[in-house]
């Protein structure tokens, strides 16, 4: 499912160059360039550690994969035996009304 294509990253080109101009934004929207300079990194950080993940998964989310499987597969096996137990109980009541009445 990952590909294996190389890493393809965003880039900010105002953050990693001075710009003549940066000299003629406001202080506001130059915090929010370095916001977003911020923010671009902290993607890029997040990109390449899910890349990782998705090559590679842990063995701790192996595990507890496993062991959500093992606990939903009992669970599907009780409601299964419940289900069938209701079913079961109807019928037997059905046939108890039922009988009495057809041998008469």
Known sequence: MASEHPETHLSASQASTPDPSDEMLSPLEQEILDEYARLLGNLNNMSSLL??????????????????????SLVFTLLKASVYSIVLNQQVAGEGGDGGSEEG
């Open 51 to 72: 890349l990782d993940l998705s090559n590679s998964p842990s063995a701790a989310i192996l595990d507890g994969l496993r062991g959500l499987e093992r606990k939903t």
